[in-house]
């Protein structure tokens, strides 16, 4: 069974730098999309960003393109959120999330049928 266990939040000023990993046990080998959802306090879910390891392919919501970027360690099973240029808005807990193929749907459906961790606080000060 497949477990996500995340690490790397904590809380940093505006502005700032922060990196996200999600380790994956029980992994099998076989592809799989890997990536994250936030949830801020009253507010509805985010997709943030994900990757397919068979192909590479990464995409991620408009509000953090050019500030985020995912990648992937085939070879540990870990998924990294790199997150640059901080803004208080991006202020929330960080769930990892990684869905086996069959895919379709789009990548915010995959991960939303997929298996979550138990998400990582990230907290951004202005």
């Known amino acids: 069974q497949v477990q996500l266990v995340e690490s790397g939040g904590g809380s940093v000023q505006a502005g700032g730098s922060l990196r996200l990993s999600c380790a994956a046990s029980?992994?099998?080998?076989?592809?799989?999309?890997m990536g994250w959802f936030r949830q801020a306090p009253g507010k509805e879910r985010e997709g943030v960003a994900a990757i397919y390891s068979g192909s590479g392919n990464t995409y991620y919501a408009d509000s953090v393109k050019g500030r985020f970027t995912i990648s992937l360690d085939r070879a540990k099973s870990t998924v990294y959120l790199q997150m640059n240029n901080l803004k208080p808005e991006d202020t929330a807990m960080y769930y990892c999330?990684?869905?086996?193929?069959?895919?379709?749907?789009?990548?915010?459906?995959?991960?939303?049928?997929?298996?979550w961790g138990q998400g990582t606080q990230v907290t951004v000060s202005s």
């Open positions: 999330a990684l869905k086996r193929p069959p895919y379709g749907g789009g990548w915010y459906r995959d991960l939303t049928l997929g298996r």
């Open positions: 029980g992994l099998t080998g076989g592809s799989a999309c």
